[in-house]
């Protein structure tokens, strides 16, 4: 038999868990050195990071932590132990001041995501209009053959100003909402039109002020952006700790 592990709470463990893992299983605590263990029986080898796994894995957290028990130190998808003394020896026994820090950052805060997306062609339009010297160059140069030269020139100075319009988008997110956050991890955007990931944590009952700030700035730009707002999730981005893999 192995185990699949979804996550580590400080004591007291929650009582009477009635929640189901991955394949349906029954979500149970085993105690390990000062430390609860959030588990279920495996019933596979290895688990496929799937939608339907990956959503099993991240409602188990978020439900221990909507109940109460907001001091969860999340673990990454996929890890499987086969035995109680593996966690221990390589994982709790030798980094304990380590996992201790890292729940005490965690304790009683949630993560949060905001995710900016904007329409390119829109954007250099708008570019365009508010420059109407790059507008009158590019202009210039339609319907007529082109130099290397005169296209990197031309393409360069709509990259810079894009560039630019775009740095200042993020600047008035940064400045409206890190200084709310506890911390902030900046991910890399996911496609061309979005030009903004980031997650936050923040304390649990600063939510309601945060959604504030994001619906102000969804005003703030209009039409102009879709920004998409997730405001709550078992704070992954914040728990850097891995220091063994699944088996």
């Known amino acids: 038999m192995s185990f699949y592990i979804y996550g580590i709470l400080t004591l007291p463990a929650p009582e009477n868990l009635n929640l189901q893992g991955l394949d349906g299983q029954p979500v149970q605590i085993k105690i390990l050195d ?3 263990v959030i588990y279920s029986e495996a019933q596979q080898e290895r ?3 799937s939608r339907r796994n990956l959503l099993s894995h991240e409602k188990v957290l978020e439900e221990i932590m909507q109940a109460g028990d907001r001091n969860l130190l999340p673990v990454q998808f996929g890890l499987l132990v086969s035995n109680w003394e593996t966690v221990s020896q390589q994982l709790i026994r030798p980094h304990q001041e380590e996992l201790t820090q890292l729940l005490a950052k965690l304790s009683g805060c949630r993560e949060v995501s905001v995710k900016v997306f904007w329409d390119t062609d829109v954007e250099i339009q708008g570019l365009l209009a508010e420059h109407p010297d790059i507008k009158i160059e590019r202009d210039k140069l339609i319907g007529q053959p082109l130099s290397m030269e005169q296209a990197i020139q031309i393409g360069q100075a709509i990259e810079q100003g894009m560039n630019d319009r775009k740095q200042g988008i993020i600047d008035v997110f940064q400045g409206t909402l890190n ?3 506890l911390d902030v991890v900046e991910n890399t955007p996911q496609m061309d039109t979005m030009i903004y990931n980031a997650a936050y944590l923040i ?3 600063a939510e309601s002020q945060f959604g504030q700030h994001v619906e102000a700035l969804d005003r703030q730009f209009e039409e102009r952006l879709r920004i998409r707002y997730n405001n709550f ?3 992954f981005n914040f728990a850097r700790l891995r220091l063994f893999s699944s088996n």
Request: charged share 5%.
């Open 47 to 49: 688990y496929l990071a």
């Open 34 to 36: 000062g430390l609860a």
């Open 179 to 181: 200084s709310i956050a």
């Open 203 to 205: 304390p649990w009952e």
């Open 233 to 235: 999730t078992a704070p």
